[in-house]
């Protein structure tokens, strides 16, 4: 493999990376607070975009009006005019850290929380701002990433109890709850880190503490399809 750009800067561990709004660009955030816009065309000229208090778990930036949020260790969901460079909000909904924040379509955003709660809210179409609407308790333990499908009917939740909860994305109503086949085995690790639905086929992707990335028919009750043994740590995105 050949190291095309290194981008150094940050202070502690990049947590989240999106892209950015202009060509060539992207996003990191981090365990030192700070978001940085990067250049693949000028990897040495990191930009400062916002700096938090706290340790950076994830990242959204709303393309149409520059809203960026910004979930923390701690729970924290910060709003950043990028336009403007200003924070215009924050808000203390979760109790512990938020580990993905995704678009859910008709501007509704999700986040993830280290709380077991799944927070969803409301993004300003006509001006950056955020509106919470609601706070959903989904079990005791994390929330580790969050996946929609390809239609936005479903809502797929990587949960460190051993399960993949589905949820629809009306109400937010369970109709599913995928278990990890290890549950009740002892000390082996079976809590779910990451959820991908595939873009074109009937299949969910997930990757867990045990290192095993495991493929699902959405089609056919989330049967499973596949379990790899793809590492040797645990699979987070």
């Not at 999700?110 to 955020?130: E, F, K, T, Y």
């Not at 503490?209 to 989330?222: F, N, S």
Request: aromatic residues 6%; charged residues 20%.
């Amino acid at each position: 493999m050949h190291v095309i750009h290194t981008f150094t800067g940050h202070k502690g561990p990049v947590y989240d990376l999106i892209l950015g709004t202009e060509k060539d660009t992207f996003l990191s955030g981090s365990g030192d607070g700070k978001v940085v816009r990067w250049s693949i065309q000028a990897p040495d000229q990191g930009e400062v975009l916002a700096t938090v208090d706290q340790a950076i778990f994830s990242l959204f930036l709303e393309a149409g009006t520059g809203m960026l949020l910004i979930g923390t260790e701690g729970g924290d969901l910060h709003v950043v005019d990028v336009n403007q460079g200003r924070e215009i909000h924050r808000f203390q909904v979760h109790q512990k850290g938020i580990f993905r924040i995704i678009d859910l379509g008709d501007g509704k955003v999700a986040c993830a929380g280290g709380d077991g709660c799944l927070s969803i809210w409301r993004a300003n179409v006509q001006a950056p701002g955020l509106a919470f609407l609601r706070n959903i308790p989904i079990m005791e333990g994390k929330i580790r990433d969050l996946a929609l499908s390809p239609d936005g009917g479903s809502l797929a939740l990587a949960c460190g109890d051993g399960t993949i909860r589905i949820l629809e994305t009306v109400h937010f109503n369970e109709i599913g709850t995928l278990e990890h086949p290890d549950i009740g085995k002892g000390s082996i690790p079976v809590g779910y880190s990451g959820v991908a639905y595939h873009p074109a086929k009937p299949v969910l992707l997930s990757g867990g503490k045990d290192g095993h990335l495991r493929a699902w028919h959405t089609g056919e009750g989330y049967r499973q399809l596949h379990a790899l043994p793809a590492h040797k740590g645990g699979i987070y995105r």
